[in-house]
Each structure stands twice: as structure tokens, then as C-alpha cells.
Nanobody, 129 residues
């Protein structure tokens, strides 16, 4: 069983920045692709980013491209999501997840399903206008 833990969510004003962290005590994230998803009230869960361990490639949704940056620090067993120029529409619970594969192929092809992933508990990001 993979346990993921997110942190860093907060209330921030529009235009502000936050950095989310994802760790996995007892599980080595280095070998696996790690995804960030978000879910706003009344909306479906949306894929935000995916960082591959296979070739280092990164996938972003169009809604965050150019504003969000995902990175990983293998020494700290942590994946980060740096979020800049935040907008009210970014308000959501943010989740990190992994399907324990090394690549983002399923996310890139849009063939993923929630049951394929291990999930963290989520961290709330609220952006005020």
C-alpha cells in the first residue's frame, strides 16, 4: 500500500504563489511517475501535471501551463508543485497520486481512471479575488 501525503495548501490572493509538496513515507517516489490532480466543488477531478521517472518528461494541463511547475527532489523523496499567478479558478483540493508506473502515458492518452492510482488525502488551495 502506497501512502502519499500532500502539504502546502493555503488561502492566497489572486496573483499569488504557493508550493505544494508530496511525500511518501516508506515508499520511494524516484522510480515512479507522480501526478497532481485537483477537484473543485461540484466538478470532476482534473489532471494538473505528471512528472515521469522514466525520461523526466512532464505533462501539464492547458489550464495551468506556463503558471505551474512540477519538480522532484529524489534526495528528499518529494515532488513539488510550484503554482504562480494563481487565479480564483485554481481553487480546489489538490491531490498527488501515482499509478506506480514510470511514465505518464496513461495521463497523456487520457486513458487513466482513479482506481489505477494511489492517492493522498489532499490539500486545500483557495484563491481569493
Amino acid at each position: 500500500q502506497v501512502q502519499l501525503e500532500e502539504s502546502g495548501g493555503d488561502l492566497v490572493q489572486s496573483g499569488g504563489s504557493l508550493r505544494l509538496s508530496c511525500t511518501a513515507p516508506g515508499f520511494t517516489l524516484d522510480y515512479y511517475a507522480v501526478d497532481w490532480f485537483r477537484q473543485a466543488p461540484g466538478k470532476e477531478r482534473e489532471g494538473v501535471s505528471c512528472i515521469s521517472s522514466f525520461d523526466g518528461s512532464i505533462l501539464y494541463s492547458d489550464s495551468v501551463k506556463g503558471r505551474f511547475t512540477v519538480s522532484r527532489d529524489n534526495a528528499k523523496n518529494t515532488v513539488y508543485l510550484q503554482m504562480n499567478n494563481l487565479k480564483p479558478e485554481d481553487t480546489a483540493v489538490y491531490y498527488c497520486a501515482t499509478n506506480t508506473l514510470s511514465n505518464c502515458a496513461a495521463r497523456r492518452a487520457g486513458t487513466w481512471s482513479a482506481s489505477q492510482f494511489f492517492w493522498g488525502q489532499g490539500t486545500q488551495v483557495t484563491v481569493s479575488s
